[in-house]
């Protein structure tokens, strides 16, 4: 399970749980702006009674807002353009999800999992190529062709069972699945609260709107009474 | 540029430079058994004056003899039936080469650099489904659809130019870009001298001896006199 402290990987954790997997939570330290998520998915990985094992990884050429403090992080993009909306944002870090995927796949294979899950969706497109289904199936011509499993004719399947759904389908599944929603962190800014412009933030609310639903994540000091650890 | 440390990447260095790319060299540390190779690396990049970068993975997940030293590297497999050739050696690193290339594509994206090069080859196979032509063309197809680069119709190029090569054919190769064969490194063993037993030396006196050449590795002190770093 690709783990990264959002709201969609956790939803994908609580479904995988529910659909009777065991599951082993991969959390990647990439030195992320948000690096919070780190620290919020080892916890949701406990509380869904899952272990977890956090990688470090760097990637010093950048080339992504979301790793280079320096670069500006995009506010939403609602009020773009279809046209300018194609554009693929300042915040995708060059080949991040098959850099992820690879790692689990690794993992996968040695421990012999049968499925890696990921929370990618391609309804809410924010422009990452690599949320979109004909990446995943890319990808499982990879793994057929590339490994031991594969050519032994038992590959790793990758499993993106949010691909299709929109932002506030996912909300309302992760609400059935009682998915503690106030410890998922999805602001792309590693601030002490979400900061409510960046894309991610806007996504988000506008999900937990269409949902019918109040993000619980905006008073989650209260409600969870945790330290944060600090940077 | 994925530089090993190995004769077969060092070639591939040679001959990217002899084509005119400026190359900068990704050498990974996976804690792998043969550690040497790094430092082997790091040197064969410096007599090409190109720049490298060592980037420390970890594969806690195992799953190889090449990184658990509590398992047996095979010997050489020659006297092998072809049935048995068919398995793939415990040597396998899950999905290692599949990390490399998505390292080596992040980096590529985010310095606009146009190719990666790779010096697999399936000829002398050994059994590592990430040396074969299908998965090359494979993970081009994930580049296409899962990167920014894919997506701009710029794809990063995977360049593979030893693919149908023999190690006899590489070494002859090799000998006339001048490569500093003594100070490549192929033994699957971490000791001191190649231990000339594992399938990796095996091929490496096997192509030397058709290629109708004398290897320099075996006489490396006296022609380079240099230090080895100790583990």
Redesign the interface.
Known sequence: MLLSGGLDSAVTLYLARSLGYDCLCLIFDYAQRHKKEIWRAKRIAGMAGCSA?V??????????SLLDKKLFVPASRDNETTRQRDN?PST????????F???A???????KAKAIFIGAHAHDYSGY??C?P??Y???S??I?????C???GRPVVVKTPLIHKSKAQIIRLGQRLEVPFALTWSCYQGGSRPCGSCESCNFREKGFREAGLKDPALSIKKRFNFRERSR
Do not use: H
């Open positions: 094992e990688l470090r990884i760097k990637l010093p050429w950048g080339g992504s693929i995708y870090v060059p080949a991040r999800n098959i850099i995927l690879s790692f796949l690794s993992c996968a294979e040695a421990i190529p690599d979109r004909e990446f199936r890319a990808f011509a990879v057929a062709s590339g490994t031991k594969g050519c032994q």
